[in-house]
């Protein structure tokens, strides 16, 4: 009950609420792309020959987007490489939606190209998510008057680890009813074309839909760097002298972030 209970109170910081929320759904959108991307590279683009090659720019070019999001962040803040990158990610799972079976040089580089743009626009909410989450402890602390950072974390991470086996699961079960017929991994089995746009639903559809989702979010996530300061700056002057005293516009503003009225939080 006690366990439980601390997790419950995490909830109770908006900022929490929609830092969860945009994750949840990049997370989502990670975890049906990356289920049914082999199936995707295999069955519908005939490409398996090259996952190596492919795997191997993914992982260069999620790479050579940090200095990009680095940059973005120190100079324009924690959002601002979400929201410029992300819409990469969403072109990269484009391209599966026309993806056509054959291995001509044309498929063969827009394959490429998908495997280029989806790790690199990936890469920025990912930066937003890991760069906000720490933040989330000091707006916690304002409501609870505790540090909390492990009951905050884990709660994040069990309700996410489940969330993703439950896509797992949920691509297999639907590609399995869109009758995709698997075999040995990379040898390529001719299937229907009701078992193809199975997997473009998979790989392109619901992880495009998911992300979008997560990039709205994002743009909906109200705490700034100057928030930050001021909620620090009042948790700390409260632990100090056992009270703090606020303007209006500093009130409003953690009201706004935190989601509850002052009165009710320990601050």
């Given at each position: 009950?006690?366990?439980?209970?601390?997790?419950?109170?995490?909830f109770r910081s908006k900022a929490f609420r929609d830092?969860?929320?945009?994750?949840?759904?990049?997370?989502?959108?990670?975890?049906?792309?990356?289920?049914?991307?082999?199936?995707?590279?295999?069955?519908?683009?005939?490409?398996?020959?090259?996952?190596?090659i492919y795997n191997t720019f993914a992982g260069v070019f999620e790479s050579l987007a940090f200095p990009l999001n680095y940059a973005l962040t120190m100079k324009h803040g924690k959002k601002k490489c979400g929201n410029i990158v992300t819409p990469l990610m969403v072109a990269g799972l484009a391209i599966g939606l026309i993806m056509q079976s054959?291995?001509?040089?044309?498929?063969?580089?827009?394959?490429?190209?998908?495997?280029?743009?989806?790790?690199?626009?990936?890469?920025?909410?990912?930066?937003?998510?890991?760069?906000?989450?720490?933040?989330?402890t000091d707006v916690d602390e304002m409501i609870t008057g505790r540090r909390r950072e492990g009951v905050i974390s884990t709660c994040n991470t069990m309700?996410?680890?489940?969330?993703?086996?439950?896509?797992?699961?949920?691509?297999?079960?639907?590609?399995?009813?869109?009758?995709?017929?698997?075999?040995?991994?990379?040898?390529?089995?001719?299937?229907?074309n009701l078992a193809l746009n199975g997997i473009r639903v998979c790989v392109a559809v619901l992880p495009m839909i998911s992300a979008l989702i997560s990039l709205f979010l994002l743009k909906r996530f109200k705490m700034t760097k100057d928030d930050h300061t001021m909620i620090r700056a009042a948790?700390?002057?409260?632990?100090?002298?056992?009270?703090?005293?606020?303007?209006?516009?500093?009130?409003?503003?953690?009201?706004?972030?935190?989601?509850?009225?002052?009165?009710?939080?320990w601050l």
């Open positions: 009950k006690f366990a439980i209970d601390e997790y419950v109170q995490v830092y969860f929320s945009m994750s949840f759904f990049w997370q989502m959108a990670r975890s049906f792309y990356s289920t049914s991307s082999i199936y995707f590279i295999t069955y519908l683009a005939n490409l398996y020959k090259y996952y190596p054959g291995g001509s040089i044309f498929w063969t580089v827009l394959m490429m190209l998908s495997m280029i743009l989806y790790p690199f626009g990936m890469s920025g909410l990912g930066f937003v998510s890991t760069n906000i989450f720490p933040d989330l309700v996410k680890q489940v969330v993703q086996g439950i896509m797992t699961f949920a691509v297999g079960s639907a590609l399995n009813a869109f009758g995709l017929v698997t075999g040995n991994q990379g040898v390529y089995i001719p299937q229907t948790v700390a002057t409260k632990h100090k002298y056992g009270s703090v005293t606020l303007t209006d516009e500093e009130k409003k503003r953690c009201e706004l972030i935190s989601g509850q009225k002052l009165e009710n939080t």
